[in-house]
């Protein structure tokens, strides 16, 4: 206990310690330790040292008794750190020191062979799959909250007409719906990008030892098995070298921070005065220290100033492994920082995503303005004259030449008289007229996947399919 009576671990030698005389440097010590990163997969290594110490013991390894007794005082390690009447003590090198140390404090003689057949190398592969397993789909959760979020407001905007844009210009004219739903698809992809990510660690690494697995009869199948793996890793060499997963998870983050920088840059965009096409709640603004007039979109600004950390992180697991010869090299310690900071500042961006975007209101009458200019509706002037014959690659000659004329005119398309339709094609009858106003620009395109609103209530439908887990 110390003076506030709280439990410590107190100090204890490093697991490696054996093989050297004197001790490291206090510096030394201060540079290689890790477990200010790695304390947040206590619980997992806990779980990890039950599962061995009951594989022990089914091969005979260590008697049951001994097996009951090492459980047992994880359990107890496990309950005092999640009460908080233990503390970790970061005088130790690792979270798996610190927990192997605990452990022998409280049990004695015992405690010290929970490490057989086993190795930090292997050990460390083993926490981070089980930490990975048990945060990711939380992720993953928060993404289909995003996505459940996304189509509400979608199916409150089917009608809201407003610009769509390529290379920054008006383009053609859709919905609020259909962007918003375009939202919602690209992050679809990343719930099935981290569910495939994830496909890929349901093997044990634990039992490839350090490098060459061990001459004990270890069953790692049994292992396995005890831990929810679908089974263990095939080539010991490959087990303790591998972050493969690690790199994959933080490539999924990336991609993930991509589409929530690019929704948020068209948030930025949108929240103009120029635009004005979305009013963010107070309560995700800030204002300015010398402009008192000024509503600033600072979270959309920092969620997409944050995707340079993320990248950040993956490059730095990518480079830190490009040189690795196998198996193991210390080099790997740093796996861990890139790889939780990555999750972490995707985590908080989604969550401060949701809120903002859930409380802000849309101006649909200013999006609706927007339609009126920029000559949205030139195609659909082509596409009237192919509905009565025309060839498309003749017809977008003969749009482009009422937009021509427009222009010269300072018109809208649809300002032009019916003489001067006539004076671009014969074709052109009285009916171009109700054919492309913007409502009857996003009603006519009905494809599958279109603006459309019968179209857009289908993707509405599959996307809540989708967040409530049906259709995965």
Not at 1 to 20: I, V
Not at 125 to 135: F, K
Request: aromatic residues 6%.
């Amino acid at each position: 206990m110390d003076k506030h009576g709280t439990m410590t671990a107190g100090n204890h030698a490093a697991l490696w310690h054996g093989r050297f005389e004197d001790g490291p440097d206090a510096q030394a010590v201060s540079f290689e330790t890790s477990i200010h990163v790695d304390e947040r997969m206590a619980l997992d290594d806990i779980q990890g040292s039950r599962a061995h110490a009951e594989m022990l013991a089914c091969t005979k390894i260590i008697t049951r008794g001994e097996a009951d007794s090492i459980i047992q005082g994880l359990d107890s390690i496990r309950n005092d750190l999640e009460s908080g009447a233990l503390a970790i003590d970061y005088s130790a090198e690792d979270i798996h020191s610190f927990i192997e140390a605990t452990l022998t404090d409280r049990i004695g003689e015992a405690g010290k062979k929970v490490h057989t057949g086993r190795s930090r190398n292997d050990q460390i592969a083993l926490d981070e799959r089980l930490y990975l397993r048990r945060v990711v789909p939380e992720l993953q959760q928060q993404i289909l909250n995003l996505i459940r979020m996304l189509a509400d407001t979608a199916a409150k905007h089917t009608h809201s007409l407003m610009p769509g844009f390529t290379h920054m210009q008006h383009a053609q004219p859709v919905t609020l719906a259909h962007h918003l739903c375009a939202w919602a698809w690209m992050f679809s992809r990343d719930y099935g990008r981290l569910g495939d990510a994830l496909s890929r660690i349901s093997l044990s690494p634990i039992g490839a030892c350090a490098l060459a697995g061990s001459g004990l009869p270890l069953d790692r199948k049994l292992e396995a098995e005890l831990l929810g793996f679908k089974g263990a890793t095939q080539n010991s060499l490959d087990s303790v070298s591998d972050r493969d997963y690690c790199i994959e998870l933080s490539s999924a983050f990336a991609l993930l921070q991509t589409h929530l920088s690019r929704c948020c840059e068209e948030i930025v965009l949108w929240s103009t005065t120029e635009f004005s096409f979305i009013d963010l709640s107070e309560r995700w603004s800030t204002g300015s220290s010398i402009m008192p007039q000024k509503k600033n979109p600072d979270f959309a600004e920092l969620i997409r100033g944050r995707t340079g950390k993320v990248y950040g992180d993956l490059f730095a697991l990518l480079t830190m492994m490009k040189g690795l010869p196998l198996a193991y090299d210390r080099d790997m310690q740093e796996d861990k920082e890139s790889l939780f900071d990555a999750f972490d500042t995707v985590s908080s961006c989604l969550s401060v995503f949701v809120q903002m975007v859930s409380t802000a209101r849309w101006n649909t009458q200013r999006m609706a303005a927007a339609c009126e200019d920029g000559y949205l509706n030139a195609t659909d002037v082509a596409d009237y004259l192919v509905s009565k014959g025309m060839p498309f690659r003749t017809a977008h000659g003969v749009s482009a030449r009422a937009v021509r004329l427009a222009l010269k005119k300072d018109l809208r398309l649809e300002d032009l008289t019916l003489e001067e339709f006539k004076s671009c094609s014969e074709l052109i009858e009285e009916d171009i007229y109700t054919f492309i106003t913007p409502e009857a620009c996003v009603s006519s395109r009905r494809t599958e996947g279109g603006p459309a609103p019968e179209c857009v209530d289908r993707q509405i439908e599959l996307l809540r399919k989708f967040a409530s887990g049906e259709e995965k």
